[in-house]
């Protein structure tokens, strides 16, 4: 794409973060919203003509907020590849793996922040922002026993001390559970299932807790569609404890479809589409809702006071779809994208819904955007919007 990628070396990875001073930044263009003047920084630097933000759950920016990392591709390939660029505007530095491919949500930004791990095939591997992708954990050969494998994980994510992946998978007619082990190099399969289970996320506290979802699914043979009957479970590594959150309201009796999460101090959150965002103490299954709905996907920030969602992208041939911003404090949404515009591919060949998540220490608000009339990443600063909820 004609741009100069200079190496990562000591001074970059030592750069100060950029904070919110995005518009000193080379490779990002401030974007107002027309109706709510509320400005976000669209990544303009291509190195791939599709560029969007991470799945809502695993954080597109590294631990410390030196690095956005997302999703490339070249259309008309539904391949996804990664990239990453640095979000110091003294240091810019932007990068393109094109061997770092993979399908679903997969991508997690190790805790250094200067690699991410993507599944590609039966192996979960290593992409550092200098050097080349490694290998770090595989599927038994035997047993995958030559039966095609559809899905690895839906987005990775790692145990509260460190030492596993969890992968929810779907091979050959069923689907499953298990365990990578980041210094053995192995997967132990937990459970297998006869109907889809996916977006499987650890605690980020309890290393044995973890969520899955129920989910829809076609039958491979006659097409199909079955539906779920409870959505977010509670499950755990001993296998002691497989549970759903709201056993009483399960799908079209009391509960509506949902997206789940888990918030930094380790409560269950989701957003109930009809009813709006809810958070869970999971060991009381007391839960409480937050902010009222409607609304599609949703995040919330380390204090939980602020929360951001998108609504709603499932009707967006008829209606914008919207970004917005909560302060629940203050029963104060604020828009940050009030209408962007339909995306130029079908919204399921990459999934280019907003999926509006906080950064790890609450100072962006990242999702993907279509005001160009492409697919970019944009972020916008939180502390500009906690003054204008004022």
Known sequence: ??????????????????????????????????????????LTERVAPVQQ????????????ERWLW???????????????????????LIRHFPGAGFSE???????EGDAAYFCLETGVW?????????????????????RPLHRLATHLTLSADGRHFLLDGHIGGHWFVGLGDR?????TILKEFAQNYDHGQFSPH?????????????????????LFDHRTWLMDTAQTRFEPIRAQGWFRHGAAASHEWWSADGLVCWVDYAAGAFECDPATGEARPVWPGPLCHAHCDP??????????????TSTGCQVRFYDRERDRVTVIASALPLPPYPRSQYHTDPHPQFSPRGTWITYTTTVHGKVDVALTPVGRLKGGAG
Do not use: K
């Open 303 to 316: 204090t939980r006071r602020y929360w951001c969602a998108d609504q709603s992208p499932y009707t967006w």
């Open 1 to 42: 794409m004609g741009t100069t990628r200079p190496r990562v070396d000591a001074a970059t990875q030592a750069g100060t973060p950029a904070g919110d001073h995005l518009s000193e930044h080379p490779y990002f263009t401030p974007w107002t919203d027309p109706a709510s003047g509320v400005v976000s920084y669209v």
């Open 70 to 92: 997302f999703y490339a591709a070249f259309p008309p390939s539904r391949h996804l590849t990664l990239g990453v660029v640095s979000l110091d505007p003294a240091r810019p």
């Open 126 to 146: 290593r992409q550092p922002i200098a050097g080349e992708a490694e290998l770090v954990c595989q599927l038994d050969e035997a047993w995958v026993n030559h």
């Open 206 to 226: 309890d290393p044995g807790l973890f969520l899955i979802a129920q989910d829809w699914w076609h039958d491979p043979i006659s097409g199909q569609r079955f």
């Open 53 to 64: 933000s991470f799945y809502f759950t695993n954080p597109s920016v590294s631990a410390d």
């Open 105 to 111: 949500e997969s991508p997690l930004v190790a805790p």
């Open 183 to 187: 210094a053995a190099g192995t997967v």
